[in-house]
């Protein structure tokens, strides 16, 4: 794992601001996971707010990143798993479906296993963040 998890990796489109955002590598090895595909495709290049919901620059560091009626949220730690949990109190008044990529059961030895779950939350809910060594997390939020 010489760049971090895949999780890790999509995490970066949340945490760094960049009009210029792209995926290295042969476009045709993405082909491949069209489901992670897909997801990386709904992340926008610029954003109308920008909250810190964790910063540790020896841990971990949680940006939330809104555009339009939609947040995103990324992840990313250091070499060593973390956890935490975050409140879901900047999202606005109703229900949200928060579409979630994050590091799989064997990330910390398979850097490209992930996983992506989908779930209803409030802004009155939390999260419990699991991110393996050198691993990350995104969620999507979009107003149900």
Known sequence: MSMGTRAHQTALYVVFESPWMMMSDSPSNYL????????????PTVWDE?????????????????????????????????????????????????????????????????KITTQLVSNAD????KMAPGGGFTIIFSPK
């Open 50 to 114: 920008t909250k810190v919901l964790y910063a540790d620059a020896t841990k971990a560091v949680i940006i939330a990143r809104r555009k339009a009626d939609k947040w995103y949220v990324g992840g990313i730690t250091n070499w060593k798993k973390f956890e935490t949990q975050i409140d879901f109190a900047f999202l606005g008044e109703g229900s949200y479906e928060a579409k979630i990529l994050a590091d799989g059961i064997n990330a910390d030895r398979v850097a490209e296993d992930y």
């Open 126 to 129: 939390k999260y419990q963040v």
């Open 32 to 43: 491949k996971d069209l489901n992670y595909t897909t997801y990386l495709s709904k992340f």
